[in-house]
Nanobody, 122 residues
Framework: QVHVVESGGGSVQPGGSLRLSCKPTPDTGIKYCVAWFRQGPEKEREGVARIYTPTGSTYLYDSVKGRFTISHDNAKNTVYLNMNNLKPEDTAMYYC???????????????WGQGTQVTVSS
């Protein structure tokens, strides 16, 4: 069964950078809309960014605009979330989700990863 696998989380100081990766496994060659969500301690899951890989069209939520970027390596069929100027409020479990179409609500995405923890602390 196809699912997505995230990697790249870790701990950084404020102002630092991390890159998260998301890849469908097994890779059947299907191109998805891939979205990143995050859920901090005692917070609801919120959208971070998404990319429609067939066209490269991207969307970033306001909380991360100017600091995060999302990209897709077509040859590797891997989506990257580049996170710069990280802030303590970015601390959360980050989840990758995929679906043939881009969705607004997290529960509309069919494929989910297990999540990768990002901690921003001095």
């Amino acid at each position: 069964q196809v699912h997505v696998v995230e990697s790249g989380g870790g701990s950084v100081q404020p102002g630092g950078s991390l890159r998260l990766s998301c890849k469908p496994t097994p890779d059947t060659g299907i191109k998805y809309c891939v979205a990143w969500f995050r859920q901090g301690p005692e917070k609801e899951r919120e959208g971070v960014a998404r990319i429609y890989t067939p066209t490269g069209s991207t969307y970033l939520y306001d909380s991360v605009k100017g600091r995060f970027t999302i990209s897709h390596d077509n040859a590797k069929n891997t989506v990257y979330l580049n996170m710069n100027n990280l802030k303590p409020e970015d601390t959360a479990m980050y989840y990758c989700a995929a679906d043939p179409f881009c969705r607004e609500r997290p529960n509309e995405y069919k494929l989910w990863g297990q999540g990768t923890q990002v901690t921003v602390s001095s």
